[in-house]
């Protein structure tokens, strides 16, 4: 009985080796691929290259426009806390102008 036991059990882990090999063992949150760039009206540029899923980035100066060459969608705030106060969406390969220094922070959502 131990011999069938011991022989499923390796089965069992050789079946479980395979899937991580295949799968990974990651479970992090996929990331944007592409680049998120926002400009204020003075000319200041900032960007993130890469971002993560459902991570709230601030903006290091108040913006007017933002351009999303990422492959998901963007949320953009202009609080500095996203979540709140008023929210635009920016789509994948789009772009939004708000005419004045108003953007604050961002978030990326699949």
């Given amino acids: ?3 069938v036991l011991s022989r499923a059990g390796r089965a069992a882990l050789a079946l479980g080796t395979a899937l991580v090999l295949a799968t990974g063992l990651s479970t ?3 990331g944007a691929t592409g680049s998120f760039t926002y400009r204020s ?3 200041l ?3 993130f290259v890469d ?3 459902n991570t709230c980035f601030f ?3 108040p913006a007017s426009r933002a351009e999303n060459n990422t492959n ?3 949320k953009v705030y202009n609080s500095t806390v996203c ?3 008023v929210v635009r969406d920016v789509p994948a390969h789009g772009a939004l102008d708000v005419g004045s220094d108003s953007l604050n922070s961002v978030q990326f959502v699949p």
């Fill in 1 to 3: 009985m131990n011999a």
């Fill in 83 to 85: 979540g709140s106060g």
């Fill in 45 to 47: 540029v900032g960007n």
């Fill in 28 to 30: 992090s949150a996929q």
């Fill in 59 to 61: 903006f290091e100066f």
């Fill in 51 to 53: 971002p993560p899923n």
């Fill in 41 to 43: 009206t003075g000319g």
């Fill in 72 to 74: 998901i969608r963007a």
